[in-house]
């Protein structure tokens, strides 16, 4: 690959990851447009239409084969039911918070994601943190109670989003599938109740699809479109862009989603909730300080071991006797 392609691939991937993280930051604006219909019907419908847009999708690229190998493999398949479990309690508490009028404390639980992910790492998979990084949880930490102090409550609705998204992060690393199988995988797994629930709701009268006129039912049909789309692009980043963008690329969304709700919801922000949500903005610097930190320290050791690697066999080339008699050449130590 030249320059000119690569610096092409890398546009294409920067713009697919901000297309990506604006959808998903923009969503709230969606949800509202689905009323009447309750909380719980959107997000069957979600579940639904979704399995239905990414088989479309699937047929296209005629990607099958890991199907096959996922249903020989009980221990993924579980993961995946898991992952879909996690994922629709996440999903279904989101849509009840924007249609409720709490977007900002729902874009509170993705600032604060990163920091829950670390926490599990250190509580489930006993990783350990540097001395950075612990300084970021204990200002996350202290964010919480200051929220917790101005919404006379814990922020529950922040904390079940960070706790179920890092907790769907950490099943879907284990049954590491690609973006869009693993999206058919969980909604194969989500339709049948999603569908049972549809069917309940018509028998008691409650179904709102179909009600509201054709418009309506379309934009819940849409609801597969506006859960594909984004992943979709944020597939093609993901392979074009390096992580630590991709790092900086996620806060897009949650500061979309902080406007909004600000701006455009019109919620209110007292000081005790700014004060709040500057903690957390300051602990998620820290933490990007550190990762940028980390890796160049990485970067830096491993050019230089490959220069030590090359510096040793010359010197050894320089002061070792020749042989007195032939012998079988050395084997090459070029890094």
Known sequence: M???????EAR?????????????????????????????EILAHRMAWSLVVVAIAL??????AWAKELLRQPRRLGL???????????WGIYIWAVNTGHVVEASLGYFINPLVTIAIGVLLL??????????????????????AFG????????????????AYGLVKKK??????????????????????YLVWLGTRGDLVFGTEGAGHAALLAATGVVTAAPLV???AAAIRVPLSTLGLLQYLAPVFQFLLGILYFHEAMPAERWAGFALVWLALALLTFDAFRFARRRASAAYRAPAAGASRPALRRRTEPAPTHPGPRPPSRTP
Do not use: D, H
Not at 31 to 38: E, G, Q, V, Y
Not at 151 to 166: D, E, N, Q, V
């Open 126 to 147: 006993g990783e350990r943190l540097r001395p950075v990084q612990w300084v970021a949880v204990g200002v996350g930490l202290a964010a919480v109670l200051v929220l």
């Open 233 to 235: 692009c944020f597939g």
């Open 175 to 196: 049954v590491n599938l690609g973006g869009l199988e693993s999206l058919a995988a969980e909604t194969a797994v989500q339709f049948l109740p999603a569908v049972v």
């Open 151 to 166: 919404y006379g409550r814990p922020p529950w609705i922040s904390l079940c989003l960070a706790f179920t998204f890092a």
């Open 59 to 64: 047929l296209c690229v005629r990607r099958w």
């Open 80 to 90: 995946v039911a898991v992952a879909a479990g996690v994922i629709t309690l996440n």
């Open 12 to 40: 294409t991937g920067l713009l697919n990851g901000i297309a990506a993280y604006g959808m998903w930051g923009l969503v709230p604006l969606f949800w509202p447009l689905l009323k009447p219909a309750s909380a719980g």
């Open 2 to 8: 030249g320059p000119a392609q690569g610096k092409a």
